[in-house]
């Protein structure tokens, strides 16, 4: 029984990519629930394109601090609450709005453009997401293990990693990538699939 709840304060990468996949089918199913009585006549997924195809005016390197202040302002409130308890709930809460978003906008392009919005939804994240998603599944793990540390149980949290310096610094590596495909190539690759798809 002991053996049970230490396991549960591991928080693996198992266990955030089961959170992020439970979050992600929480936002496929809000996207159908919510569609047809308040989605539909927004067209939200629609605005959001074309929110995203608007950066193309700025030039890659005002988009590349654009992304940066965002995404990096984010990260690194997180790796200051590492050192707090309150590092474990908010890795715990970028995990479930990555998961809820992903979701939400993939089903809500199914819903609105067909089939081939599915291509065009898949494409808002690529190839940026190759990075994001591996790279906050493993770096929340070891934040939210440093966090836990701070809390009560802290005698039921298991060091995962060999090297969780070096596992953090890779994941840093991956967000810096990931940020730098999405001011690069996203905006050339997102281009180029509605201009194939035509769902404007």
Same mark, same amino acid.
């Not at 709840?5 to 089961?18: A, G, M, Q, R």
């Not at 193309?56 to 601090?65: A, P, W």
């Given at each position: 029984?002991?053996?049970?709840?230490?396991?549960?304060?591991?928080?693996?990468?198992?266990? /955030?990519?089961?959170?992020?996949?439970?979050?992600?089918?929480?936002?496929?199913?809000?996207?159908?629930?919510?569609?047809?009585?308040?989605?539909?006549?927004?067209?939200?997924?629609?605005?959001?394109?074309?929110?995203?195809?608007?950066?193309?005016?700025?030039?890659?390197?005002?988009?590349?601090?654009?992304?940066?202040?965002?995404?990096?302002?984010?990260?690194?409130?997180?790796?200051?609450?590492? /050192?707090?308890?309150?590092?474990?709930?908010?890795?715990?809460?970028?995990?479930?709005?990555?998961?809820?978003?992903?979701?939400?906008?993939?089903?809500?392009?199914?819903?609105?453009?067909?089939?081939?919005?599915?291509?065009?939804?898949?494409?808002?994240?690529?190839?940026?997401?190759?990075?994001?998603?591996?790279?906050?599944?493993?770096?929340?793990?070891?934040?939210?293990?440093?966090?836990?540390?701070?809390?009560?149980?802290?005698?039921?949290?298991?060091?995962?990693?060999?090297?969780?310096?070096?596992?953090?610094?890779?994941?840093?590596?991956?967000?810096?990538?990931?940020?730098?495909?999405?001011?690069?190539?996203?905006?050339?690759?997102?281009?180029?699939?509605?201009?194939?798809?035509?769902?404007?």
């Amino acid at each position: 029984m002991e053996n049970r709840k230490i396991s549960v304060w591991k928080f693996t990468p198992e266990f /955030f990519l089961v959170l992020f996949l439970a979050a992600f089918g929480v936002g496929v199913v809000g996207a159908n629930l919510f569609w047809e009585p308040y989605l539909q006549q927004g067209n939200v997924l629609g605005i959001y394109m074309l929110f995203q195809l608007s950066k193309e005016e700025l030039s890659t390197k005002e988009y590349f601090f654009y992304i940066l202040k965002y995404r990096g302002g984010w990260l690194f409130m997180c790796l200051l609450g590492s /050192f707090s308890v309150w590092g474990l709930p908010l890795a715990i809460l970028t995990v479930l709005i990555l998961g809820l978003f992903l979701g939400g906008i993939l089903a809500l392009a199914v819903l609105q453009f067909g089939v081939s919005g599915m291509a065009g939804g898949a494409a808002l994240f690529l190839p940026q997401g190759l990075c994001y998603l591996p790279a906050t599944i493993f770096l929340m793990g070891e934040l939210a293990r440093k966090s836990a540390s701070h809390l009560r149980f802290q005698g039921k949290v298991k060091k995962i990693s060999q090297n969780p310096l070096l596992v953090v610094a890779l994941c840093l590596g991956g967000y810096i990538l990931g940020i730098l495909l999405e001011s690069y190539v996203n905006p050339i690759f997102l281009n180029f699939v509605l201009e194939k798809i035509k769902i404007f």
